[in-house]
Every structure is written in structure tokens, then in C-alpha cells.
């Protein structure tokens, strides 16, 4: 049988995998890799993988590898728009709720390999984290299954270039929003709700009020705050 490897850090793409794993245990073997010191030239050459996918990985992926193996990140906007860091954050800031997923080959540059496919996601409501889910989903479930059964060839991109910068744990800062409203602080404060990144926040003197767990309800937002001491 043929081997795929797919390496990521994220619960929701681990737990994934196994699903994806038991499904295909007949025909592919599954490796999971989820330390970026194990993505090295000899761990991959002695598995020697179909695919390698990367639902989720925030490292650097080395020439040596992508040059010999067939490499597909997945990026959470309708390539080339919004090539770059903290796409979804991004996505919500510039109001883009109806976006694409772009599976693609690593090649080097920033987002910028051929693509494979494009499958739709909305993105209007739920919490970052809730929103990775959906994605995770629509990876294991239809977009890694499409490769795993069919012969894709990837395409060259096509379409005016938009780059997106990573943002800072500096721009989670309320007061950084150039237009408060109902709906745009809705946007803020669930666009930055998921494991690993800053949460929306206020600084007050000596305190900071982190807000999270937020709903849009009879025009009105309900939450969740702490409020933490500054260091």
C-alpha cells in the first residue's frame, strides 16, 4: 500500500486523521507527524509518502523536502487572494465571509504554488476556533478523500494578487479598530477566539479585559470577559 503523511499540531486535525486513517486503512498507510523536528529529509525519504499534506503547520517546510516529495498545504482563501499570514483574521477584517479553501502545492514561495482544487467555506459566524473545525472538516472530508481517489493536476493561480500580513498580538487591541459597531466588534472578538492566539482586549490602567465566547443576540453581544492583571 501507499503511504501518506499528514503533519499538524491543531486537536481538531489530529482527531481527524484518525477518522481519515480507519476509513482509508485498506488502502493507504497513514503517518502522523506533529513535531516539526520530525519533518526532516530522512524521516520522509524512509516513509517515502504519496502525499504529504498540511492541514495547519506553521513552520517552514525545507527544499529538500517539497523538491521530492508532493507537498499540499491548504490555505483558507480563493488564491491569490489574501496570500499571507492570519487568514482568517484577515478574511473577517475586510468583511470576506463567503471565502475558498485553496489546496496547493509547496513550492517555495508564500502561498504562491499551483492549485489542486477549491472547495467554498463560510466563515460569517462561530469563533475562530469553531471556524478552524469547519475547515478541518471540509480538509479530511472531501478535499484529502478527492486526492486519495482521483488524479489531480495542479493549475498555475489566476487572478489579481492580494497579500495579507500576520498580525500582531499589538492589533488585538479593541482600540485598534478604525469603526466600532455591533457587528464589527461581533467580528473582532470571535475572529481572535481559538487556541494559540491574543483575544480580543482593553487595557484600563493597570488591567486587561480579555473578551471571548461572544454571540450576536437580539442586537446585543453576550461573552465571556476575564480580567488579568497587566505584566
Known sequence: MENIIIATVKEWNIENFYKLKKKYKNKYNFYLITDKEELNFKNIYEINPKYIFFPHWSWFIKEDIYSNFDCVVFHMTDLPYGRGGSPFQNLIINEVYDTKISALKVDGGL?????????????????????????????????????????????????????????????????????????????????????????????????????????????????????????
Open 111 to 231: 502561498d504562491t504554488g499551483d492549485i489542486y482544487l477549491k472547495e467554498k467555506l463560510n466563515i460569517s459566524i462561530g469563533s475562530a476556533e469553531e471556524n478552524f473545525i469547519k475547515l478541518s472538516n471540509v480538509i479530511f472530508e472531501r478535499m484529502i478523500p478527492n486526492f486519495l481517489e482521483n488524479i489531480l493536476n495542479a493549475k498555475k493561480q489566476e487572478g489579481e494578487i492580494i497579500e495579507f500580513k500576520r498580525r500582531t498580538p499589538e492589533q488585538s487591541n479593541i482600540n485598534t479598530l478604525n469603526e466600532i459597531s455591533i457587528n464589527s466588534l461581533y467580528d473582532f472578538i470571535r475572529m481572535l477566539d481559538a487556541e494559540g492566539y491574543q483575544k480580543a482586549y482593553l487595557e484600563l490602567e493597570n488591567l486587561k479585559i480579555e473578551f471571548s465566547e461572544v454571540h450576536l443576540k437580539n442586537k446585543k453581544l453576550v461573552g465571556r470577559f476575564e480580567v488579568l492583571e497587566n505584566e
